[in-house]
């Protein structure tokens, strides 16, 4: 595998130098002041690449190339966002980026109840709590139906919760499941916009979307893009979600080894590929994880190498990245010995001793990311030693 990190682009304060003296190969970003739907020009690509290359290093997968709302729930408008959206693959082809990751979570990507959990060493890191969540869901938030999705002592407890929590603890929970965590990919809040406001006018456009239908919006999206992409020798990677279960109500299409199998066979093409993520993956105690690299090695393209620890009641954090439920030296053997030179990338690292002082987006540090590289080469060491010693027999 080649070692590669998430750039948050000319304005990020962990720069290219100090990646590169960290050992890291490539570099993995993205077009990110772009709205989705927009096409990425060859100029802005070429720029782009150019100054990766002009500090030593290459661009090895574009994360995200965002794929508009529109198009995962159908509007009217979704012929010309596909239309841009192969228009900016044919320019990224043609600057020879071949790699490109995205998903297709509906209306919200990634979500955390609490940014800053501190760990008994002092660290922090990113952590859900189920019941909190809940609260969100149904006293913040206020989704219409919310109630149905939990149980009656989970009930019990968002009261409980309601009479307990401050409300700069209910400011801060929404600024962490809204704000901070969408907004640096892609989905920026409308300066003076409130969030919840916002949000509740995005959740409303798939009121009546279910699981079936947005599959079905998946497969018209696939059918239009990935003949283009097989063209300019390009890999799709589409990113399992996270968490891999419905939230606010939302269908959730890519969290199951049984969804993965549905969306490589949707449209069977080799550009057609994964995006790997064992941490999410891992969020579910039913998923296997190395199992799940074994099987679909073969469409792999890009993995995200991080663990996440299950607690009880539904909770789940970042793990280590030599624990957890991702079981990362068991994927890492499988990909080391399955899949020729696919980037990957270390994610989620805890907040260390400094990192407070660059300037980061949340799950991305540069000591605590430093660090999982660390754990993470010294595994592939491991392995790649294991793998030379059978051959020589």
């Not at 189920?130 to 989704?143: H, N, S, V």
């Not at 406001?197 to 409303?204: A, I, V």
């Not at 002082?357 to 060491?381: C, D, K, S, W």
Request: charged residues 25%.
């Amino acid at each position: 595998m080649i070692k590669t990190w998430r750039w948050f682009g000319k304005k990020d304060p962990i720069t290219l130098e100090m990646l590169r003296q960290i050992g890291v190969e490539g570099i993995v970003t993205a077009l990110y002041d772009l709205p989705p739907g927009e096409v990425w020009s060859l100029e802005a690509i070429e720029d782009m690449k150019q100054t990766i290359e002009g500090a030593g290093l290459v661009w090895s997968v574009a994360e995200s190339l965002p794929v508009a709302e529109e198009i995962k729930y159908a509007a009217p408008t979704r012929d010309m966002l596909i239309h841009n959206y192969n228009a900016s693959l044919v320019n990224l082809g043609r600057a020879g980026i071949k790699t490109i990751c995205y998903n297709f979570m509906p209306a919200i990507d990634w979500v955390r109840t609490d940014l800053n959990r501190q760990l008994p060493d002092g660290t922090t890191t990113l952590y859900f709590d189920r019941m909190r969540y809940a609260y969100f869901d149904c006293r913040i938030l206020q989704r219409e139906g919310a109630e149905a999705d939990y149980s009656v002592e989970e009930l019990r407890k968002i009261e409980l919760l309601d009479q307990t929590l401050t409300k700069d603890e209910k400011e801060e929970l929404i600024d962490t499941i809204i704000v901070k965590t969408q907004g640096f990919i892609h989905r920026k809040m409308k300066e003076g916009a409130d969030p919840v406001t916002e949000f509740k006018k995005l959740l409303h456009h798939y009121r009546d979307m279910d699981r079936e239908g947005l599959r079905e919006n998946l497969t018209y999206f696939l059918q239009k893009v990935v003949p283009v992409a097989e063209a300019y020798g390009i890999m799709l990677c589409i990113h399992p979600d996270d968490p891999p279960f419905p939230v606010f109500g939302l269908p959730r299409i890519v969290s199951r080894e049984e969804d993965l199998e549905w969306i490589i066979g949707a449209v069977n093409n080799h550009s057609n590929g994964i995006t790997f993520c064992a941490g999410s993956l891992s969020a579910i105690a039913e998923n296997d994880v190395p199992r799940m690299a074994k099987r679909f090695a073969k469409r792999i393209g890009f993995a995200h190498l991080r663990s996440t620890a299950l607690l009880p009641e539904g909770n789940f954090m970042e793990a280590s990245h030599l624990d957890g439920n991702g079981r990362l030296i068991e994927v890492i053997r499988i990909l080391e010995e399955c899949v020729s030179d696919i980037p990957m990338r270390v994610d989620h690292g805890r907040v260390l001793p400094g990192d407070s002082e660059i300037t980061h987006n949340p799950g991305y540090t540069f000591y605590g990311r430093m660090f999982a590289l660390a754990q993470v080469e010294g595994m592939m060491a491991v392995v790649r030693n294991e793998i030379n010693e059978k051959r020589s027999r």
